[in-house]
């Protein structure tokens, strides 16, 4: 469809006036944010009906989490109405950049929500037809600030900003029956438009309601009644993503979450095809279903139940669900896969139970060895060993990562079924992850090879022969970006960063394995050397930290409050700041990883070898034109056979070392060692910084003491890491150094989403 601007505006106004009485020249920031994503849901410019229906096998992606990110500026890139939407409001006054207030649809906690962001936007853009699963949660994961330096939690209200790019579906709702309640299940769909092709998939999220209508209002003065508790139960099962599970209560609602979200969508499923006559035997011909992580791996049984519900005997129905599901893991952490109480599963979900029951007896008849093969286990649950029981396929998100499942995790389960572990690679739309977010470098790579690479990114490679020519652009770009960033982070954390400083920067979510506790460490290493003169020269540097630590994950928010503290004495010491700024960025998500990904010169990916299942950032800094300091970890692994690992700059102990020296490891011996990391050390227990909680005193146990002390070897791998590191730094600046940041652009290739949900369409989901 033609882009008419006067029709365009014309609709704005409309709504506009229908809306909220007002017209564009009067209309607040919110109220013209709505109506102009309104105007686009409404124009014709894709067929949404067309192509969600097209009577082809379609793949359920069934996630917990989905972070979409801002939504305006994506899909009317992808729609290729950007630039006249863009043009259309300026001739009337008004500034699409203006929407940069929007608020993220923060529905995700990280790599985990990101992935499925892509996969679906990447299935759009291949013509794919994948749709996704999920909840509506009312609130996100939460909004962070800091108070004295500890992260603070505060509800993330996404949906005051008004949510129109979804429409509410209510002649899908369906009934989802726990033991003591009953909730309403109704569908918000919101459009997934693929990059300039026409296709248009849906993402459903489910928002939870009373049964019957209630009013709220009056619940205080009803708080007694039965009927009361219950509706409002209801509707607390999609107040927020991961409610803290270091409760029972917690834990209950998570489950009662996960089960909500599976039953919805499967009850939707299985009443279509009924509605269309199709056998549900052969619900395999039109659907398979992808579990993201084991938060969905409930939807197995809870088919079961159904398709017994609906004549099917249980080896008929464990027949299509053998077919039809499929198991993405994530981790080999043993905390990460999840399990649950038996006890609990058959109170709140009886008929479940009896399923699970059902397919640990089918397993014992095979007559397995029951050390190794089971579901059930002295009253737990293990949710991922019924996924790999039952699974058409299980894959792993990186080489090494699949490798380590095999060979370790699920040694015995691969043995057992070795065609049914594969591995797909993860990766990152390069539409949002460089078309969007890094436009004049995006430009420049046009301008040289052209834009098939936008949705082939095999065809990036073709810049290689012009690197040399790219390299003035690229760094007067990367200036650019970095003075944005520089502008945004004075704006919103009050801490000022030359625009001439290194960005070393590590984005993601805070986990002890994620060791950004050795990059914090490291400051401290630069900063006393600096101040007593034995490190000399120093290329000043900015260590940008971003991420969000679980409500209920002490030594993730200690680590924090650490990060912290250092920062405020390293922007107040006067005598280093020329060389040192250190900033903890608040709130981080999809839209500041936006701004942050192309404005990196440094791109740490530093978790102990064999921890990261895969990672994403590190292919959205790769993509971008940034050198990754990490170890041989995840993707990096990959990045590295790609890029060469002579263009990165790798450190640390490897998986197999890891596995050796654990045995025998002993970290006092080597602070005994290192003085310069001793004093680093001793900040946390010598009065250095406040710590009136006693949390910095627990995080320097947990490295130095205790059972099982320096748990993630960061200790270990410190000398080596600060080693590189210095290598890096020496180097920035240099003719070697911007090649290498081009040389990993062009090597992005493989990183791409399309090529992973290709993949996964080819060799798991039989989709075209």
């Known amino acids: 469809m033609t882009f008419e601007r006067k029709q365009f505006l014309a609709d704005v106004g409309r709504i506009l006036a229908a809306d909220y009485a007002t017209d564009l020249s009067r209309a607040t920031r919110k109220e013209l944010y709505n109506a102009v994503s309104k105007a686009v849901m409404q124009g014709a410019y894709a067929d949404w009906s067309k192509t969600s229906a097209g009577g082809k096998k379609r793949c359920g992606y069934f996630s917990a989490e989905f972070l979409m990110g801002r939504a305006i500026f994506n899909n009317l890139m992808n729609l290729g109405i950007l630039e006249e939407v863009e043009g259309a409001l300026a001739s009337v006054g008004q500034d699409l950049n203006a929407f940069e207030e929007v608020e993220d649809a923060a529905l995700g906690n990280g790599g985990l929500g990101r992935l499925a962001a892509c996969y679906l936007e990447s299935a759009a853009s291949k013509g794919l037809p994948l749709d996704g699963y999920g909840i509506r949660y009312r609130y996100g994961l939460f909004r962070q600030t800091f108070v004295d330096g500890y992260q603070h939690e505060e509800g993330d209200d996404w949906l005051r900003w008004g949510d129109p790019w979804s429409v509410r579906v209510e002649r899908d709702a369906v009934t989802v029956r726990f033991a003591d309640l009953s909730v309403r299940a109704v569908p918000y769909d919101t459009p997934i438009f693929g990059y300039r092709n026409g296709v248009v998939n849906t993402l459903r999220l489910w928002s939870s309601e009373p049964v019957q209508p209630f009013d709220f209002s009056a619940f205080n003065e009803m708080k007694g009644d039965s009927k009361a508790k219950e509706n409002f139960e209801a509707t607390k099962i999609c107040d927020v993503l991961y409610p803290n599970d270091n409760t029972m209560v917690g834990k209950m609602l998570r489950l009662r979450q996960q089960y909500f979200m599976v039953s919805a969508s499967l009850q939707d499923i299985v009443r279509k095809q009924k509605a269309a006559g199709k056998d549900l035997l052969a619900l395999d011909s039109d659907y398979c279903f992808q579990l993201n992580d084991t938060h969905p791996v409930i939807a197995i049984p809870e088919l079961l139940r159904i398709l017994q519900q609906e004549g099917c005997t249980f080896e008929e129905a464990f027949g299509v669900c053998s077919r039809v599901f499929n198991f993405t893991n994530h981790t ?202 034995s490190i000399t020269d120093f290329p000043p540097t900015a260590f940008i930290f971003g991420a969000k630590a679980a409500p209920g994950y002490y030594m993730a928010k200690a680590i924090i409050k650490f990060i912290n503290e250092i920062a405020k004495l390293v922007n107040s010491d006067e005598e280093v700041a020329p060389y040192l700024r250190v900033v903890f960025v608040q709130n981080y998500n999809v839209s500041y990883a936006e701004k942050i990904v192309c404005a990196a010169d440094v791109s740490e990916q530093i978790s102990m070898a064999g921890m990261e299942a895969s990672g994403t950032s590190n292919m959205k800094f790769m993509l971008n034109g940034t050198v990754t300091l990490g170890t041989m970890d995840g993707a990096n692994v990959e990045i590295c056979e790609e890029a060469g690992a002579e263009n990165e700059y790798i450190f640390g102990a490897t998986v197999d070392e890891v596995a050796t020296i654990k045995r025998f490891y002993w970290p006092l011996e080597i602070i005994g060692q290192n003085p310069a990391l001793k004093r680093a050390l001793d900040t946390m227990i010598d009065g250095t910084f406040s710590d009136e909680a006693g949390s910095l005193k627990k995080l320097h146990e947990s490295l130095t003491a205790g059972h099982t002390p320096d748990r993630y070897l960061v200790l270990l791998d410190f000398a080596d890491y600060v080693r590189v590191k210095e290598e890096l730094l020496r180097d920035y600046g240099t003719e070697e150094f911007w090649t290498k940041c081009l040389l990993n652009t062009s090597a992005a290739g493989k990183f791409s989403a399309d090529r992973a949900v290709s993949e996964y369409a080819k060799l798991i989901w039989h989709i075209k």
């Open 332 to 533: 080999i952490m043993a905390e990460a896969l999840e399990k649950w109480d038996s006890l609990a599963i058959a109170d709140l979900l009886p008929d479940v139970y009896e399923q699970i029951v059902g397919c640990q007896k089918r397993l014992e008849n095979e007559g397995l060895d029951g050390s190794k093969f089971y579901i059930i286990r002295e009253g737990t649950v293990h949710m991922a060993n019924l996924a790999i029981y039952v699974a058409a396929k299980v894959n792993g998100v990186a080489e090494i990562h699949t490798n380590i499942l095999k060979t370790e995790t699920f040694r015995d389960w691969y043995e057992l079924y070795p065609e049914k572990f594969v591995n797909i690679t993860n990766g990152i739309t390069p539409r949002r992850w460089l078309l969007l977010n890094n436009p004049r470098f995006a430009r420049l790579i046009d301008e040289k090879i052209g834009t098939k690479w936008h949705t082939d990114l095999k065809e990036i490679r073709k810049i290689k022969p012009h690197i040399a020519d790219m390299l003035p652009s690229f760094q007067v770009i990367k200036a650019e970006n970095k003075r944005k960033l520089a502008a945004y982070i004075k704006e919103h954390e009050g801490v000022e960063i030359p625009e001439n400083f290194i960005f070393d920067v590590q984005v993601k979510r805070l986990h002890e394995y994620k060791r950004q506790m050795l990059n914090a460490l490291s400051i401290l290493y630069f900063y006393y050397g600096i101040k007593d003169g």
